[in-house]
C-alpha cells in the first residue's frame, strides 16, 4: 500500500474512533441533561386551562412507598432507579385530575417486565414507544429504560384526547438507547399469541427460585400452552435450579419423571391436574406450565428445546 494510502486508512480509522467517542459523549450527556431537567421538562406538559396540583415530585426506591404504597415492592422487584410524578388538575374543575408517573427502571428489560406484568389482554394498542396501550383514558407506555403511566379521572372523549397528546409530549422526550430485550427474541415466534410475553426478575410463576425469567402464551392443538424461559449465569446454575425444580414437583406435586427425546432431556412433573414439563439447554432453563394433557405439554417442550440457540 502507498504512503498516501495509508494515511487515508489511518485518517478513516481516526474518524470512525473520534464519531463512536463524540456519539457517546452526546448521549451521555442528553441522559444527564434528562434527569437533572426531567421535572421542569414535566412542568411544560401541563395541558391548556390545566395546572399542577402541589409540584412535580420525585421518588427514590427509598421513599417510592409515600407515593405508592402497597404497590412499591412490585417495581422494586424490577430494580428502579426513580419515579417522577405529577398530578394535573382541571383550572375550572379540580376534582377532575390527570396523574402523570414516569418510571425510570435502569434497563429497557427491566421497564418491559413492569409494562407486561400490568398489561391486560385485549386493550388497545398505540403506536408510542416500543409498546404502549390505552385503556378508557388511561395510557401506559414502554420506551427504552421507562415505563409511563398517565391515569385519567374520567373516560371522556376529552380526557382521552388530552391523555393522548401528553403521553406523546412525554414519549417524544424521553430517551430510547436502542438496547434488546432479550427474551423477546429468545422465545420461538411461531404460534405465539400476540402481546403475551412477560418478563420476571423475580418469583416467575410464583417460585422464588425462578429468576430473569419470560413466559408466553402459545396456540397448540387448539389449547393455550404457557411457555417459559430463563436465562442463567451457566450452564451449573441452570442445572441447580432444574433440581430446585425437581424438588418443588415432589413436594408439592405427585413426582416427576425424567425422559429422553433423542438429545432432549426432560422431566416431568405432574402437578396433579396439570403437567409441567423441564428442560436445560445450556445456561439456558425452559418448558411449559399448567399442561394438562401430558404428550402435549411434552412436545411443545421438544419443539421449543429444538428452536433454541445454546447460550
Same mark, same amino acid.
Given at each position: 500500500?502507498?504512503?498516501?494510502?495509508?494515511?487515508?486508512?489511518?485518517?478513516?480509522?481516526?474518524?470512525?474512533?473520534?464519531?463512536?467517542?463524540?456519539?457517546?459523549? *452526546?448521549?451521555?450527556?442528553?441522559?444527564?441533561?434528562?434527569?437533572?431537567?426531567?421535572?421542569?421538562?414535566?412542568?411544560?406538559?401541563?395541558?391548556? #386551562?390545566?395546572?399542577?396540583?402541589?409540584?412535580?415530585?420525585?421518588?427514590?426506591?427509598?421513599?417510592?412507598?409515600?407515593?405508592?404504597?402497597?404497590?412499591?415492592?412490585?417495581?422494586?422487584?424490577?430494580?428502579?432507579?426513580?419515579?417522577?410524578?405529577?398530578?394535573?388538575?382541571?383550572?375550572?374543575?379540580?376534582?377532575?385530575? *390527570?396523574?402523570?408517573?414516569?418510571?425510570?427502571?435502569?434497563?429497557?428489560?427491566?421497564?418491559?417486565?413492569?409494562?407486561?406484568?400490568?398489561?391486560?389482554?385485549?386493550?388497545?394498542?398505540?403506536?408510542?414507544?416500543?409498546?404502549?396501550?390505552?385503556?378508557?383514558?388511561?395510557?401506559?407506555?414502554?420506551?427504552?429504560?421507562?415505563?409511563?403511566?398517565?391515569?385519567?379521572?374520567?373516560?371522556?372523549?376529552?380526557?382521552?384526547?388530552?391523555?393522548?397528546?401528553?403521553?406523546?409530549?412525554?414519549?417524544?422526550?424521553?430517551?430510547?438507547? #436502542?438496547?434488546?430485550?432479550? #427474551?423477546?427474541?429468545?422465545?420461538?415466534?411461531?404460534?405465539?399469541?400476540?402481546?403475551?410475553?412477560?418478563?420476571?426478575?423475580?418469583?416467575?410463576?410464583?417460585?422464588?427460585?425462578?429468576?430473569?425469567?419470560?413466559?408466553?402464551?402459545?396456540?397448540?392443538?387448539?389449547?393455550?400452552?404457557?411457555?417459559?424461559?430463563?436465562?442463567?449465569?451457566?450452564?451449573?446454575?441452570?442445572?441447580?435450579?432444574?433440581?430446585?425444580?425437581?424438588?418443588?414437583?415432589?413436594?408439592?406435586?405427585?413426582?416427576?419423571?425424567?425422559?429422553?427425546?433423542?438429545?432432549?432431556?426432560?422431566?416431568?412433573?405432574?402437578?396433579?391436574?396439570?403437567?409441567?414439563?423441564?428442560?436445560?439447554?445450556?445456561?439456558?432453563?425452559?418448558?411449559?406450565?399448567?399442561?394438562?394433557?401430558?404428550?402435549?405439554?411434552?412436545?411443545?417442550?421438544?419443539?421449543?428445546?429444538?428452536?433454541?440457540?445454546?447460550?
Amino acid at each position: 500500500m502507498t504512503p498516501a494510502g495509508i494515511f487515508k486508512r489511518r485518517l478513516s480509522s481516526g474518524l470512525l474512533a473520534f464519531m463512536v467517542v463524540a456519539l457517546m459523549v *452526546i448521549w451521555s450527556n442528553r441522559q444527564l441533561i434528562a434527569n437533572q431537567s426531567l421535572p421542569e421538562i414535566v412542568t411544560g406538559f401541563t395541558p391548556q #386551562g390545566w395546572q399542577i396540583f402541589d409540584e412535580v415530585k420525585q421518588f427514590t426506591p427509598e421513599n417510592l412507598y409515600e407515593q405508592i404504597n402497597g404497590r412499591a415492592s412490585f417495581f422494586l422487584a424490577y430494580d428502579m432507579i426513580r419515579m417522577t410524578y405529577v398530578s394535573f388538575v382541571n383550572s375550572d374543575k379540580a376534582s377532575q385530575f *390527570i396523574n402523570l408517573s414516569i418510571y425510570n427502571m435502569a434497563t429497557p428489560t427491566n421497564a418491559f417486565g413492569v409494562f407486561s406484568a400490568e398489561r391486560s389482554q385485549g386493550d388497545s394498542p398505540l403506536d408510542l414507544g416500543r409498546a404502549s396501550y390505552r385503556a378508557d383514558a388511561n395510557y401506559f407506555v414502554w420506551k427504552g429504560q421507562y415505563y409511563i403511566q398517565i391515569i385519567s379521572s374520567e373516560a371522556t372523549d376529552e380526557f382521552q384526547r388530552i391523555g393522548m397528546h401528553l403521553a406523546r409530549k412525554v414519549t417524544d422526550f424521553l430517551l430510547d438507547s #436502542g438496547e434488546q430485550v432479550w #427474551g423477546l427474541t429468545a422465545l420461538p415466534l411461531t404460534d405465539r399469541m400476540p402481546e403475551s410475553v412477560q418478563y420476571f426478575k423475580v418469583d416467575a410463576m410464583g417460585l422464588d427460585f425462578m429468576r430473569n425469567t419470560y413466559t408466553a402464551t402459545y396456540h397448540k392443538a387448539n389449547t393455550l400452552v404457557t411457555a417459559f424461559l430463563s436465562r442463567q449465569d451457566s450452564a451449573e446454575s441452570a442445572r441447580a435450579t432444574m433440581a430446585q425444580y425437581a424438588k418443588y414437583a415432589k413436594k408439592y406435586g405427585k413426582g416427576i419423571d425424567r425422559l429422553k427425546a433423542g438429545r432432549v432431556e426432560l422431566v416431568s412433573c405432574d402437578m396433579g391436574e396439570s403437567y409441567d414439563i423441564v428442560y436445560q439447554k445450556g445456561r439456558l432453563i425452559g418448558g411449559v406450565s399448567y399442561v394438562e394433557d401430558r404428550d402435549l405439554a411434552i412436545r411443545v417442550a421438544i419443539e421449543m428445546w429444538e428452536n433454541l440457540r445454546s447460550e
